[in-house]
């Protein structure tokens, strides 16, 4: 039975949440294995709308277990509130959820100072969502974090949360100047969460090895996108984890080599939220109508997002890096009626060089002008659309184009929000795909 990873091809929010959903009814386990509740897969039930932000997205459907990997820092309060409101609409949690012991914790701390290094930051600052990511993970590295595994002795969890907030509180309240939060309090609240959690806790490496064995469908939920990754993104303008399909083996405990299948998802546009290089980012009035017809805005921040061109450049570079089966093309729709559409195939960099490979160093990234093509658009709403057959002549055009552009097959696309607004493409990785 296949392990099948789905992960973002450009800075997040590309759609993987309703790629998820589709895959996971088929899925006995749906594993998150990066990030926290930074991210914000929006997924379609009919009419009601599901927003999860540290959930893999298989809790919607009955059967699967849904893991959430060692690789992910977790914020308690918000996976509370997470678990809570899918239990008044009944969902049942407890049932479907478990997560891993290793997973290292979010503090309000983290929080706090990540608000802090923004501030600190000044021009250079990142546009984080201000959750605690960069700072909870920095602890982890640096070896001071805490896990999951760590609150279930109490007499641990003291002593490991004692050394971390002296340091914490020392650097908010004389660095910084803000008022931390007390000891007491955060190690209370804490205790009580954790009681909650307390069946819920697994090994979670053990858990996919075991299904795997057993034959069980695994699907591998990507949070962000690839150039969001902390090695492979425009860094520093990245998130603090590992976004691509090599963030796997890390962030579960699932050996490398039984991954059986990849694919990314892609909008037939760009968009990014947050600070950053993006070289076909669009302007005017041309950015303000594809942001409304893309109704692009951020999931978990509800910030405006940065919306351009589809970056062929970009797209090579992150397909090739993770080593894709396949794309899932999606949002399709939202171009109707920009015509002609463009689609960066190569950059100039500063100087006049050419180069179709995406280039090593961000700075050169802030100064490149795009070469594009120019493709016909088309006037018509597709959403309605069931097959590829079905789409106007000149929106086939526009998809193998950017097949080619890729060299990946487009294995599926997505025309809406809906559950059903999505058919295979043409190629052959349609039927791979229709197995994973
Ligand atoms: P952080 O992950 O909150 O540290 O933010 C780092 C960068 O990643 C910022 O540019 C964020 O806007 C971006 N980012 C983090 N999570 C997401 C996401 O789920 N979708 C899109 N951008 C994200």
Known sequence: MPATAV????????????????????????????????????VFVGA??????????????????????????????????????????????AERLRID???????????????MAEVWRGAGRIGTTGRG?????????????????????PETFRTRLKAAMAEKTAVIEKVYGQVAESYEHLFEETRRAVERLRPLIVDGGALLRHAHAAGKRILFEGAQGT????????????????????????GTGFPPRSLDRAYAVSKAYCTRVGEGPFPTELSGELERRLREQGKEYGATTGRPRRCGWFDAVQARYAAALNGLDGVILTNL????????????VAYRLPGGKVVTEYPA???????IEPVYEELAGWQDDISGALSFGELPAVTRAYV???????????????????????????????ASWVKA
């Open 7 to 42: 992960i973002g091809l450009q800075w997040g929010d590309e759609g993987k949440g309703k790629v998820i959903d589709h895959l996971a009814a088929r899925a006995d386990v749906v594993v998150r294995f990066a990030g926290g509740n930074n991210a914000g897969h929006t």
């Open 48 to 93: 009601e709308k599901y927003v999860l932000h540290l959930i893999p997205g298989g809790i919607l459907h009955h059967g699967s277990i849904n893991l959430i990997g060692r690789g992910v820092v977790v914020n308690l309060a918000a996976l509370l509130k997470e678990m809570e409101g899918l239990e008044a609409r009944g969902i049942p949690v």
């Open 101 to 115: 012991g290793r997973a290292h914790l979010i503090f309000p701390y983290h929080m706090q100072m990540d608000g």
């Open 133 to 153: 990511i960069g700072p909870a993970y920095s602890d982890k590295v640096a070896r001071t974090g805490i896990r999951l595994s760590d609150l279930l002795d």
């Open 227 to 250: 150039m969001l990754d902390l090695d492979a993104g425009t860094y520093p303008f990245v998130t603090s984890s590992w976004t691509g399909v090599w963030g796997i083996a890390g």
């Open 333 to 344: 729709d939202v171009l109707y009626g920009f015509d002609p559409i463009r689609v960066a």
């Open 361 to 367: 160093e961000h700075p050169a990234l802030g100064e």
């Open 400 to 430: 193998r184009f950017l097949e080619r552009q890729m060299g990946v097959p487009i294995a599926s696309l997505s025309v809406g929000p809906g559950r059903d607004q999505m058919f295979d493409g043409e190629s052959a990785a349609a």
